[in-house]
């Protein structure tokens, strides 16, 4: 787990049968960290590296890793190559294989306008690729206050992000089946539309199957889908903030909704585990792990699959 307070960043942990995590060791301080509206540090895990990705207000991603074998934390390497054009802080990170990494945020380079841009590190997360545009939407902008989602394996890379095009927020996917070389063009999830003309600052998340099949959450109005990338979407629930993890051939969800967090795993019912918002989730084994804030508190709630 990964969250920032101030300026520092912090990493937990949780092994075995223990129901609570580590005491928190500082990471890095970024000077004017973001860290509000799911903006905070990111995290991804691979067999050998843990890549924490934050952003600064100034506009510029940093990654820090450690190398697992080791225990220790490289410093922060900037991400974007062209600096200060992450303004709105929005950005992910995901681990493939080894020191394979994927990382995709909002981007404002060359027309002050956002769009999706992404790196690739080889060595753990100590080095970044030459920065690609992966999608640009041709009404200038992609939706300018939601989160993006990245999940990636072996070659595949899936970045999910909503649009904002003809005048309606809807959520988008784009792949990358050569290792984030290139992309494919980003395809439209779900048969129905939002038009808006607002932010709904709600992003959702894509994770993969155990076959690597991307599988989708997302919120429309008020309501929260999954979706399969070129099949119908599917409702779940009422609220916001929705995300996912990966658990067998179906994504397990949390949200919120009234103040409280939900969680939904398959065709189970929804399972309340406190109050807060914005919750974040990870599976192990069997056992789900829901972080979420209350009250400018990281709370935590476990639950059995």
């Known amino acids: 787990m990964t969250f920032g307070q101030d300026s520092t960043l912090y990493y937990a942990t949780s092994s075995g049968r223990k129901a609570t995590f580590s005491p928190p060791v500082m990471v890095a301080v970024l000077p004017n960290l973001v860290a509000s509206a799911k903006r905070g540090p990111q995290i991804a895990v691979t067999d050998q590296f843990v890549v924490v990705s934050a952003v600064n207000k100034a506009g510029d991603i940093f990654a820090y890793s450690l190398d697992r074998k080791s225990g220790r934390w490289s410093s922060g390497i900037r991400i974007n190559d062209v600096p200060q054009i992450a303004k709105e802080g929005f950005q992910a990170v995901a681990g493939a294989s080894k020191g394979l990494f994927h990382a995709a945020w909002l981007d404002l380079r060359?027309?002050?306008?956002?769009?999706?841009?992404?790196?690739?590190?080889?060595?753990?997360?100590?080095?970044?690729?030459?920065?690609q545009v992966i999608y640009r939407s041709p009404d200038g902008t992609v939706c300018e206050c939601c989160k993006v989602s990245i999940a990636a394996t072996k070659n595949d890379v899936y970045v999910q992000f909503r649009n904002w095009l003809d005048g309606s927020r809807n959520l988008y996917l784009?792949?990358?089946?050569?290792?984030?070389?290139?992309?494919?063009?980003?395809?439209?999830?779900?048969?129905?539309?939002?038009?808006?003309?607002?932010?709904?600052?709600?992003?959702?998340?894509?994770?993969?199957?155990?076959?690597?099949?991307?599988?989708?959450?997302?919120?429309?109005?008020?309501?929260?889908?999954?979706?399969?990338?070129?099949?119908?979407?599917?409702?779940?629930?009422?609220?916001?903030?929705?995300?996912?993890?990966?658990?067998?051939?179906?994504?397990?969800l949390a949200w919120d909704e009234g103040g409280t967090v939900w969680i939904k795993s398959g065709s189970q019912s929804p399972v309340s585990v406190g109050k807060g918002q914005m919750p974040s989730l990870a599976v192990a084994g069997k056992t789900a792990w829901c972080v979420w804030e209350l009250d400018g508190q990281v709370m935590v709630g476990r639950v059995g699959l």
């Open 110 to 131: 060359g027309d002050k306008k956002n769009k999706i841009v992404g790196a690739t590190s080889r060595d753990g997360g100590r080095s970044w690729s030459t920065n």
């Open 174 to 252: 784009a792949h990358s089946a050569d290792g984030g070389k290139t992309y494919q063009p980003a395809q439209k999830l779900g048969t129905g539309t939002w038009k808006l003309n607002a932010c709904p600052m709600d992003g959702g998340a894509v994770v993969l199957s155990k076959t690597g099949q991307p599988l989708t959450a997302w919120r429309r109005e008020n309501t929260l889908y999954t979706c399969v990338p070129g099949e119908t979407e599917q409702p779940v629930s009422t609220g916001r903030n929705v995300t996912a993890a990966a658990n067998s051939d179906k994504p397990l």
